[in-house]
T-cell receptor, first 109, second 117 residues
Framework: GQNIDQPTEMTATEGAIVQINCTYQTSGFNGLFWYQQHAGEAPTFLSYNVLDGLEEKGRFSSFLSRSKGYSYLLLKELQMKDSASYLCAVRDSNYQLIWGAGTKLIIKP | SAVISQKPSRDICQRGTSLTIQCQVDSQVTMMFWYRQQPGQSLTLIATANQGSEATYESGFVIDKFPISRPNLTFSTLTVSNMSPEDSSIYLC??????????????FGQGTRLTVV
């Protein structure tokens, strides 16, 4: 079966750095996405990786290792507004998006 | 980007009744996707709605329970039929658009928070 694993919840301090990991086992791979979802709202796109390596976009970076079936989302200079759930999703060989359960990130002052 | 208007945003319904959720997209799309997101869980694809043909349902979801309409390329509805408390969830419609540097990106409606009592 297809599976995406990410931690259920993480806590970090305002101004610090946090890394959210995602491991996946899917039938084929056509890219990995990270989405942010604030409570009561729809998910919004953060990043996309299809090749190995690091993609940097402002305070957010995403890393991919296809051989290890592994990705992480790195958030720097954390702000209170970064408190949200972060969803990892992989597009499989059928081009269907397979979603992780999300990591709830709690930012403390 | 894509602008997706989904309504209602929330509803509280009696068991045994049905609720129809509407999704309007700001431009034409071939496929529209309906997801369910139960508390603390991942997005689960219910079905893919194609204009002019029957929706394609994922394992565990059937047309009698979740009938879908797709009358044109910008609109779709999902009905949750004969509701029970287990149907309490957030329902999301989604479309995918090409994005520079990747195949497609998913955009979501605001979601419908359904509570069945």
């Amino acid at each position: 079966g297809q599976n995406i694993d990410q931690p259920t919840e993480m806590t970090a301090t305002e101004g610090a750095i946090v890394q959210i990991n995602c491991t996946y086992q899917t039938s084929g791979f056509n890219g990995l996405f990270w989405y942010q979802q604030h409570a009561g709202e729809a998910p919004t796109f953060l990043s996309y990786n299809v090749l190995d390596g690091l993609e940097e976009k402002g305070r957010f970076s995403s890393f991919l290792s296809r051989s290890k079936g592994y990705s992480y989302l790195l958030l720097k200079e954390l702000q209170m507004k970064d408190s949200a759930s972060y969803l990892c999703a992989v597009r499989d060989s059928n081009y269907q998006l397979i979603w992780g359960a999300g990591t709830k990130l709690i930012i403390k002052p | 980007s894509a602008v997706i208007s989904q309504k209602p945003s929330r509803d509280i319904c009696q068991r045994g009744t049905s609720l129809t959720i509407q999704c309007q997209v700001d431009s034409q799309v071939t496929m529209m996707f309906w997801y369910r997101q139960q508390p603390g869980q991942s997005l689960t694809l219910i079905a893919t709605a194609n204009q002019g043909s029957e929706a394609t349902y994922e394992s565990g979801f059937v047309i009698d329970k979740f009938p879908i309409s797709r009358p044109n390329l910008t609109f779709s509805t999902l009905t949750v039929s004969n509701m029970s408390p287990e149907d309490s969830s957030i329902y999301l419609c989604s479309v995918e658009r090409p994005r520079r540097g990747m195949n497609t990106e998913a955009f979501f409606g605001q979601g419908t928070r359904l509570t069945v009592v």
